[in-house]
């Protein structure tokens, strides 16, 4: 009985100190605590946002603080639900949202992105570190902060973009940003499924 609470102990200590990576990853980021962000990440950690591609954890703080100086500050809210852990190994999927405001064509909006947060994670050292990041999008919306204005959209143009992060789109469109349409989301889901098959296989230690 002992060895199987033991186990159970070790479990709960990996999950709580799993979410809580990537609760405070997301928190440092929002608030600019960039050093604390930076530990978060393995140095070859591999990231893939709306507006970012590349791999190295401290490369993508970098580009991170010049982006916000340029940008602004979206914010996130982030709900970790499901971790697995294989030794060393874990992965971990979070419900989350991106909160952002923005002034297209001179009106002030709110866009807000439901997505889903995933990571894989490697623990060096006895501490665990981000070696991935990437969105998984579901949906979005955008309103005008003044109801009585009318919402700027180009509705054309919108509807050329992927349904699951459009106004996102939109949005980094109007700031001269060019967003990938082969991003992960719940409208592709046979390209999500086999994401998720490659990332149990990276998980078991097959890749």
């Known amino acids: 009985m ?42 070859d950690a591999y990231i893939r946002t709306s507006w970012y591609d590349a791999r190295g954890g401290e490369a993508y703080v970098e580009a991170t603080r010049k982006w916000m ?77 003044n109801p009585s204005d009318v919402l700027p959209v180009d509705w054309s143009l919108l509807a050329t973009m992927r349904p699951s992060y459009k106004f996102l789109t939109y949005i980094q469109h109007k700031r001269g940003v060019t967003v990938s349409p082969d991003l992960l989301g719940d409208d592709r889901p046979d390209e999500l499924s086999a994401f998720h098959a490659g990332e149990e296989r990276w998980l078991a230690g097959h890749e």
Do not use: Y
Request: net charge neutral; with cysteine.
């Open 2 to 43: 002992q060895l199987d609470d033991d186990k159970r102990l070790r479990a709960l200590l990996d999950r709580e100190e799993l979410f809580d990576l990537v609760r405070r990853e997301r928190f440092a980021r929002d608030q600019r605590r960039f050093d604390t962000m930076t530990a978060c990440f393995h140095k």
């Open 69 to 145: 100086g340029a940008t602004g500050n979206s914010k996130h809210w982030v709900f970790p639900a499901f971790a697995q852990v294989n030794g060393d190994r874990a992965t971990v999927e979070s419900p989350a949202m991106i909160f952002n405001r923005a002034r297209p064509d001179d009106i002030e909006v709110d866009v807000h992105v439901f997505c889903r947060f995933f990571s894989r994670a490697v623990r060096e050292t006895g501490t665990w570190k981000l070696m991935s990041f990437e969105v998984l999008f579901e949906r979005d919306i955008m309103k005008p902060v």
